[in-house]
């Protein structure tokens, strides 16, 4: 698989930077990494993921999820999970192309197949599926625009559509098709994720959450456990801990500030938390990131 993908490595090397570079194309961002030793909390948004070069494993629930160049990733609402990235054979880097979802151009899409009855719970929110040599010649034409700009606001949503109807056409259509539809379970879900997210270093309110999906208590936890593999208080510790990390990564404040910043009553839950989800207090984790981040082997 990786010889039919050299031309799309070398458009996204071309363009993109180390880290993750938000690409001139609406929607479309490009990875570029090296390998990491042990798993690391991350945020899926609701996206396609397609991976260029080397692999990744991704913990959801206990399940581990391994995908590399001859599979794609949909992932239909945002996720905290935990990942890992292998650089490909010889060192080279990981290399993927992530396309963030739009709901309304999947539903104009959807709306002009043939009308498909689904069944109403999609189940969990991610999934990975082979990739196939429509996928792939139309990812490379989305990419190819990223070396004549001008043709970019006319031909980028036109190869955007194409690859959104190929994947509604595929093993994941259904979810994809829940997706497009607001009034669903998943649509509902996804405003709860929605809520959280802009609520998240406040106190949870269930009673807020069911109204901001439009569902009873039982058939808000029901459903989002079954999508998420998380409670929503699980799904909101998730994303404070993630904010946390970043917040003492990126500056100087102590502890104790950042556990308050992020909605925490109680410094010393923080870092009981903080323990159990980074496998290290604090300190010594962010002590730990700054050293491997200035290594020279992880440039």
Same mark, same amino acid.
């Given at each position: ?100 979802? #739009?709901?309304? *151009? &999947? =539903?104009?899409? %959807? ?5 498909? !009855?689904?069944?109403?719970? $999609? ?27 001008? #043709?970019?606001? *006319? &031909? =980028?949503?036109? %190869? ?5 109807? !190929?994947?509604?056409?595929? $093993? ?31 106190? &949870?309110?269930?009673? %807020? ?91």
């Amino acid at each position: 698989m990786t010889e039919h993908l050299q031309p799309h490595i070398d458009l996204a090397l071309r363009h993109a930077r180390s880290g993750m570079t938000v690409t001139p194309i609406q929607r479309l961002e490009i990875g570029v990494g090296q390998a990491i030793s042990g798993t690391a909390p991350c945020l899926y948004r609701s996206m396609i993921c397609f991976i260029l070069q080397g692999s990744k494993d991704v913990v959801i629930h206990d399940t581990l999820l391994r995908y590399d160049s001859a599979q794609y990733l949909v992932s239909a609402l945002d996720l905290p999970l935990s990942g890992q990235i292998h650089d490909a054979d010889g060192g080279r880097p990981y290399v993927a192309v992530s396309l963030v979802l #739009d709901p309304a *151009v &999947l =539903a104009e899409i %959807a709306s002009t197949m043939p009308p498909v !009855r689904d069944a109403d719970a $999609p189940g969990i929110g991610i999934a990975i599926n082979p990739m196939t040599p429509p996928l792939r010649d139309t990812l490379l034409r989305l990419l190819a625009l990223l070396d004549t700009p001008a #043709d970019i606001p *006319v &031909l =980028a949503p036109m %190869a955007e559509r194409e690859l959104l109807y !190929r994947l509604l056409q595929g $093993p994941q259509g259904r979810l994809l098709r829940h997706i497009a539809q607001p009034e669903g379970a998943l649509g509902r879900i996804r405003r709860a994720v929605e809520w959280i997210r802009d609520n998240q270093n406040g106190r &949870l309110r269930i009673e %807020a959450l069911c109204d901001a999906s439009g569902m009873s208590r039982a058939s808000l936890h029901r459903h989002f456990v079954a999508l998420t593999g998380l409670s929503p208080i699980q799904y909101q510790k998730q994303l404070r801990l993630q904010e946390a990390r970043q917040l003492l990564l990126s500056g100087d404040r102590t502890a104790s500030d950042v556990a308050f910043a992020v909605g925490y009553e109680s410094a010393s839950q923080f870092s009981r938390e903080y323990l159990r989800q980074f496998g290290a207090p604090p300190v010594r984790d962010i002590r730990q990131l700054r050293q491997t981040i200035s290594s020279p082997a992880a440039a």
